[in-house]
């Protein structure tokens, strides 16, 4: 069964920039889509429909139902969002706080929001954060807080905007790591290709508001002509490897 | 943290620290008022409310500097003030009080009310510096909504702690970048440039003020900010706090020594 699916999707934002022009696309369960573009294609965009966040013209459904006749609450737990910037993710005065927030927004009990914040910071090895301001840590540590904010709340899917963004080697490795065990229907956008070699069952690639390739990670991201049209390049990884298969 | 404006020396391990912030609150609001209403013809009895307000300083470890820095922000209007006293009329004889190695007659009612509005100034100044030097500001902001302050205003305050030191951390940013392409010369360009950069801050922030909105959205937010439960006050810091303020209770009724 198809987990998201986007037909014909159009956005156009207030100042007149046409985001999204008739994007397709469909996420079966389970299994983990890497958006790929060039800056401005419109990805974040893109993400913002999955929670209803924004809402355009042509069709969005998830598991079979329209977004706009979801519950909005079921719908922004179902589909677990984590922004590009975690300080704009965490705005509490505390790690704890911050990640029971959408544990409290779905009205479970203190006592069982506050296990299941816990429970999540276990997962991203953020426990010993619990107590600190978010504005206090380390960009790793805001990574992998601002995750378990989205994890505490059980999403059917995840959805994470760059998550590598701004981090040295350990922590790209770490959060990559963590990504790779979790096993439900994700969706990652980003311009990492290597990682989204490593993370993902097939790619979307969007640019200018359209798709222009949707199919198996490692054939798509083989395809150098087709990545460098839309300003993106061959992962490294797939380089070596064909040089490597060369000698 | 490039820019950390809070929390400084929240952390440290102090009896004043160790108390439970909700009483501190209380205890400092206490105080406070017991400073400001103390009657203009016993200012002696500052001198005994600033005698406890020592101990609390000492007993918080903040450094003395740190403090003195804080309070001392009081110096130039202290100044202005004093210069103010010889200016003030002598109403009788009996209000006439001859300093005469500088050869000048005060009134008594003037410098009076001086060191009323400036021991008390500074006894205010010292207590809620003492109480932000040795509370965290989360738990402040929490001391504040468990003792009744609007759960919006106590989110709106959290809010401008977290992001003062985020917004600060910018502009130091956006200060290296300046100064990394050279000096800005003369006044009139400085000014136009800060003006700039101000502009550029303040766009940025309502961007970020909207992104921050659309992440409350995306977690459930609906329009009321939830709260963990917080502990039950223990009894040890309820009777911490009843004999601080039977302690200023005696200090206020302390009798007169003549």
């Known amino acids: 069964m198809n987990v998201i699916e986007i037909d014909d999707l159009h956005f156009t934002y207030p100042d007149g ?20 573009g060039p800056n401005g294609a419109g ?3 893109l993400l913002l429909h999955l929670n209803g966040i924004l809402s355009g013209t042509g069709a969005v459904r998830f598991e079979g139902t329209p977004i706009e006749r979801c519950d909005a609450a079921h719908l922004r737990a179902a589909v677990g969002l984590v922004f590009e910037d975690p300080d704009d993710q965490l705005f509490m005065p505390t790690v704890l706080d911050d990640v029971a927030f959408g544990p409290l927004n779905l009205g479970l009990p203190a006592e069982q929001a506050r296990e299941r914040a816990l429970e999540a910071l276990a997962a991203v090895d953020a426990e010993h954060l619990r107590a600190r301001p978010p504005h206090h840590l380390s960009a790793g540590q805001k990574r992998r807080v601002a995750l378990a904010t989205v994890l505490a709340m059980q999403p059917r899917v995840l959805v994470v905007d760059e998550p590598l963004a701004a981090l040295d080697p350990e922590g790209r490795e770490a959060i990559m790591h963590l990504l790779g065990s979790l096993e439900m229907t994700k969706i990652v956008a980003s311009h990492d290709l290597d990682m989204i070699l490593a993370l993902c069952d097939e790619v979307a690639l969007l640019d200018d508001g359209k798709i222009y390739a949707q199919g198996d990670t490692r ?7 087709l990545l460098r049209a839309h300003g993106l390049r061959v992962p490294l990884t797939l380089i070596r490897r064909a040089m490597g298969n060369r000698q | 943290m490039l820019a950390d404006l809070h929390d400084r020396y929240a952390d440290l391990n ?13 205890c400092a609001a206490v105080l406070i008022v017991a400073v400001l209403a103390v009657p203009i013809a016993e200012n002696w009895r500052l001198a005994l409310l600033a005698g406890l307000m020592v101990v609390l300083a000492a007993a918080s470890r903040l450094p003395a500097s740190w403090i003195g ?3 001392l922000i009081l110096l130039p209007f202290l100044i202005i003030a004093a210069v103010l006293v010889p200016l003030a009329p002598v109403l009788s004889p009996a209000d006439a009080l001859a300093v005469p190695q500088l050869g000048l007659t005060l009134s008594r009612m003037a410098l009076s009310a001086y060191v009323a509005i400036s021991g008390k100034c500074l006894l205010v100044l010292l207590a809620a510096t003492l109480l932000v030097g040795a509370t965290r500001t989360v738990d402040l902001l929490r001391a504040g909504q468990a003792l009744g302050l609007p759960r ?8 401008a702690a977290t992001y003062l030191t985020v917004l600060s951390e910018e502009a130091a940013r956006m200060l290296t970048a300046r100064d990394s392409r050279g000096k800005v010369r003369g006044l009139v360009r400085n ?8 502009r550029a801050l303040m766009v940025r922030t309502f961007e970020r003020g909207e992104r921050v909105a659309l992440a409350m959205v995306s977690r459930g937010y609906k329009g009321r900010m939830p709260d963990l439960e917080r502990a039950a006050l223990p009894l040890r810091q309820v009777l911490l706090g009843i004999t601080f303020v039977i302690l200023l209770a005696l200090l206020y009724g302390f009798p007169p020594l003549s």
Request: aromatic share 2%.
């Open chain 1, 17 to 36: 920039t046409r985001a999204l022009r008739g994007v397709s696309l469909s996420l079966p369960e389970g299994r983990s889509l890497g958006l790929i």
């Open chain 2, 152 to 159: 919006t205003i106590t989110a709106l305050m959290g809010f």
């Open chain 2, 191 to 198: 000014l136009a440039v800060a003006g700039s950069m101000l």
């Open chain 1, 43 to 45: 990805k974040s965009t």
């Open chain 1, 219 to 225: 054939e798509t991201l083989s395809d150098e002509k």
């Open chain 2, 69 to 71: 820095k804080r309070v």
């Open chain 2, 14 to 26: 102090s009896p004043l620290h160790r108390a439970d912030a909700r009483v501190k609150v209380v």
